[in-house]
């Protein structure tokens, strides 16, 4: 993991992680006895308890559930942000930020990828980031 | 278990009071309930006081003002149903026949946090990158709008009819009525919804007493029956979900139903939880009011204002009254109560018999509501 991915991850933490391609992956906990999956990680289970849990590299790539434009929300936020829901082929859903992407232009259903973004800034103005998703354009993928 | 009445309600206007203290919200809604009751404070046997963010021990903070202490004083926190959990607490023990005479409050202050975005829990993972109701309403509009070809002209309608019938409640923050076109005009908070489409945040409280049935006759010749109380949490999902059908409030109101032995077709009027404007529709179709779809229908018909088959939020609801979020569950036991009695003027449904409520809680991921909270009540 490059330098500069590591201080990118300041929101996510473990939740994220980069292929060597560089591609975004969100990472998630794989049950080892139901094979559930969950999202962000988590040490037991939601659906049988086990804490036999494993991390798992979640799809690059999602379905766009539903998304809004928001202008208003607690400080340190860039506004407006466009917030989201993706369902990754595990059957995780995910509440991310959409970015690089003209609002018109998002349709539901359509194919969004992950990538690191800033987000916002905290009292010092520091910048945060975290993992968000960007439309994948035609002939992308 | 007992049957169980409302003796006593009272609430104080929903509105902006940063330079009160919670206590002194509160202790006016407290005392009209309990003269309105005609009950003596001693006869009081137990409080439940319902609130979400005004800290530890609001109940003795509020009833050391009024002298009703060296008393069970029960606080109970569930976000935006902190009240309707306290109210449906309070009925079990009664029921149960543990107290025979037992207080409710719902307070709140929002103005303590100095306006926007309701403050959610930061721990969360969703909160942490980012969410606030808004958007979660916001999201789970333009989902509907995209299955069920709603309109935003459709939303801002609920907007238009709760601030026509917050003009005839003095309890009311918005007392003004707005056009469909300045509900659309107004400013962007989480896109389709606009200001408008939202419910102005504030300070409030409000209060009931409960009895047992038998001894309310003593105190009331209305007596309001509960016939049905009810709570759920919501079920935590990691993966889909549908957005367009609050699945806690349906599986609440079957329970409720099935409990009070009645349908939705029985039910005269309801106050339902329209923090947003879009939740109003929703609701509709999960209480059974009409068919999944056919929401927008039943408001542009009228059906759901004053004079119509169901009103819903006679009292403008939280779109004109405001979200004092921990008052919200016994304020709309307040206005049924009215409502029932005969007693509330301009807005009142005409020979309602049988009054819903409904209240729901989010802010934490993984749910479509955290808790859900539905009674009925009759005369």
């Not at chain 1, 992956?25 to 849990?53: A, H, I, T, W, Y």
């Not at chain 2, 203290?21 to 009209?32: G, H």
């Not at chain 2, 209305?222 to 349906?250: A, F, H, Q, W």
Request: proline share 5%.
């Amino acid at each position: 993991m490059s330098e500069e991915l590591q201080e990118a991850l300041n929101l996510a933490g473990d939740a994220v992680t980069t292929d060597s391609d560089g591609a975004v992956r969100l990472v998630g906990s794989e049950c080892g006895d139901c094979q559930k999956n969950v999202f962000p990680p988590s040490d037991v289970c939601p659906e049988c308890m086990s804490e036999n849990l494993s991390p798992i590299k979640l799809s690059a790539e999602g379905k766009l559930y539903s998304w809004s434009v928001v202008h208003a929300a607690p400080k340190g936020w860039n506004l407006p942000f466009i917030a989201a829901y993706v369902d990754l082929p595990e059957d995780v859903r995910v509440f991310a930020h959409i970015v690089d992407a003209d609002p018109d232009t998002l349709e539901m259903e359509m194919s969004v990828k992950a990538q690191i973004a800033t987000l916002g800034s905290d009292e010092s103005g520091a910048p945060f980031e975290s993992f968000a998703f960007t439309p994948v354009q035609k002939g992308d993928s | 278990m007992r049957d169980v009445a409302i003796v006593g309600a009272g609430m104080v206007p929903f509105g902006k009071y940063q330079d009160k203290t919670l206590a002194d919200i509160a202790w006016p809604a407290v005392k009209q309930a309990v003269e309105d009751a005609g009950i003596k404070k001693t006869e009081i046997e137990a409080t439940y006081c319902g609130t979400a963010l005004g800290g530890m021990m609001a109940g003795q903070r509020i009833l050391k003002k009024l002298g009703i202490t060296g008393l069970p004083i029960i606080n109970i926190e569930n976000a935006c149903s902190s009240s309707s959990t306290a109210f449906r607490e309070a009925w079990i023990t009664v029921a149960a026949g543990i107290y025979d005479a037992v207080l409710v409050i719902g307070v709140e202050k929002l103005t303590k946090f100095g306006g926007g975005t309701l403050p959610l829990e930061k721990e969360d993972w969703e909160v942490s990158h980012g969410l606030v109701m808004p958007a979660l309403y916001a999201m789970r509009a333009r989902r509907y709008m995209h299955e069920y070809g709603l309109t935003e002209n459709d939303i801002a309608d609920v907007s238009v009819k709760a601030r026509k019938h917050g003009v005839w409640n003095e309890d009311a923050q918005f007392r003004k009525e707005v056009t469909r076109e300045e509900v659309l005009a107004s400013r962007p908070v989480a896109d389709p919804l606009k200001l408008f489409h939202c419910c102005p945040s504030g300070d409030g409280a409000a209060a009931v007493v409960i009895c047992s049935a038998e001894k309310a006759k003593q105190y009331s010749a209305k007596p309001i029956r509960v016939i049905g109380s009810e709570i759920n949490s919501g079920k935590y999902m990691t993966g889909y979900r549908d957005m367009t059908s609050p699945k806690i409030t349906l599986r609440g109101a079957k329970q409720l139903y099935e409990e009070a032995g009645i349908g939705p077709e029985d039910v005269d009027l309801a106050e339902v939880h329209d923090a947003f404007a879009i939740a109003e529709l929703l609701y509709y179709e999960a209480l059974g009011f009409c068919a999944k779809g056919d929401a927008a229908k039943l408001l542009a018909d009228g059906e759901t204002s004053v004079g119509g088959k169901i009103p819903v939020n006679p009292s403008g609801g939280l779109l004109s009254k405001g979200h004092p979020i921990g008052s919200t569950g016994v304020a709309q036991i307040v206005e049924i109560v009215r409502q029932l009695r005969g007693q509330c003027g301009q807005r009142q449904v005409e020979d309602a018999k049988v009054g819903l409520t409904h209240c729901t809680g989010g802010g934490v991921s993984g749910f479509d509501h955290g808790v859900c909270s539905i009674h009925l009540f009759a005369r």
